[in-house]
């Protein structure tokens, strides 16, 4: 990974937000304030509170289309395993834990619970959890070390900064570590973040949730 072509694209994202009266990631930051709102981990009625946090008006493009819906699935977990599910999150978002680990664990109660459920109804046949969703939670409590992580397009995004040895979307602690590498290197641009703060009207948490909206704009041009 060159340093020279993160440099390169970043000055073609700043003209770009210059540019822009209406920006187009802005869906993301409305979604962040609205879980910032609601989100409780505590809370005794979970299933309402997750319902609200991940708002189905707020936006179908990342987490209730019509070919993707994990979040009515884990709608459907709380109905049926609502302290599983609570503590599927409490150890998901205990940071001093080992990610990979965290993350692997997330993904086995998942595949756990929909196999009981898949006991009981045909009609479940994915719970539709990959690192996409499992990175938005991240994110969404943690803005300030993650990003939505997408891994095939973020890997394309890899190649145009010319990095050797890609990583595979396997890979998910990696990807995520150099989702963290490169808002270092952008991030010290403090015209860059200002910038990028008032295109998303102060909602910007000033953290590596900016690159998600970095790597779709590199893929774009």
């Given at each position: 990974?060159?340093?020279?072509r993160i440099e390169f694209y970043k000055e073609?994202?700043?003209?770009?937000?210059?540019?822009?009266?209406?920006?187009?990631?802005?869906?993301?930051?409305?979604?962040?304030?609205?879980?910032?709102?609601?989100?409780?981990?505590?809370?005794?009625?979970?299933?309402?509170?997750?319902?609200?946090?991940f708002a189905g008006n707020i936006t179908h493009?990342?987490?209730?289309?019509?070919?993707?819906?994990?979040?009515?699935?884990?709608?459907?977990?709380?109905?049926?395993?609502?302290?599983?599910?609570?503590?599927?999150?409490?150890?998901?978002?205990?940071?001093?834990?080992?990610?990979?680990?965290?993350?692997?664990?997330?993904?086995?109660?998942?595949?756990?619970?929909?196999?009981?459920?898949?006991?009981?109804?045909?009609?479940?046949?994915?719970?539709?959890h990959d690192l996409k969703m499992i990175s938005?939670?991240?994110?969404?409590?943690?803005?300030?070390?993650?990003?939505?992580?997408?891994?095939?397009?973020?890997?394309?995004?890899?190649?145009?900064?010319?990095?050797?040895?890609?990583?595979?979307?396997?890979?998910?602690?990696?990807?995520?570590?150099?989702?963290?590498?490169?808002?270092?290197?952008?991030?010290?641009?403090?015209?860059?973040?200002?910038?990028?703060?008032?295109?998303?009207?102060?909602?910007?948490?000033?953290?590596?949730?900016?690159?998600?909206?970095?790597?779709?704009?590199?893929?774009?041009?």
């Open positions: 990974m060159r340093v020279e073609k994202w700043k003209a770009s937000l210059k540019a822009q009266t209406e920006y187009s990631e802005m869906y993301k930051y409305e979604c962040l304030d609205n879980y910032n709102k609601f989100w409780d981990l505590e809370e005794l009625e979970f299933g309402p509170m997750f319902e609200k946090s493009a990342l987490w209730d289309g019509s070919h993707y819906s994990p979040r009515s699935m884990m709608i459907d977990f709380i109905k049926a395993q609502k302290e599983i599910v609570r503590s599927c999150f409490r150890d998901l978002y205990n940071d001093s834990n080992d990610l990979g680990l965290r993350i692997k664990r997330f993904l086995h109660h998942c595949d756990q619970m929909l196999a009981d459920m898949q006991r009981k109804s045909a009609k479940f046949s994915t719970h539709y938005t939670y991240l994110a969404f409590e943690y803005p300030e070390k993650y990003c939505i992580l997408e891994a095939e397009i973020f890997i394309s995004f890899l190649e145009k900064l010319e990095m050797k040895n890609l990583p595979q979307s396997f890979e998910a602690e990696r990807l995520i570590k150099l989702t963290q590498t490169i808002h270092k290197i952008i991030s010290k641009d403090d015209a860059l973040v200002q910038l990028h703060t008032d295109r998303t009207k102060g909602l910007n948490p000033r953290g590596v949730f900016m690159i998600h909206d970095f790597t779709h704009f590199v893929n774009t041009i």
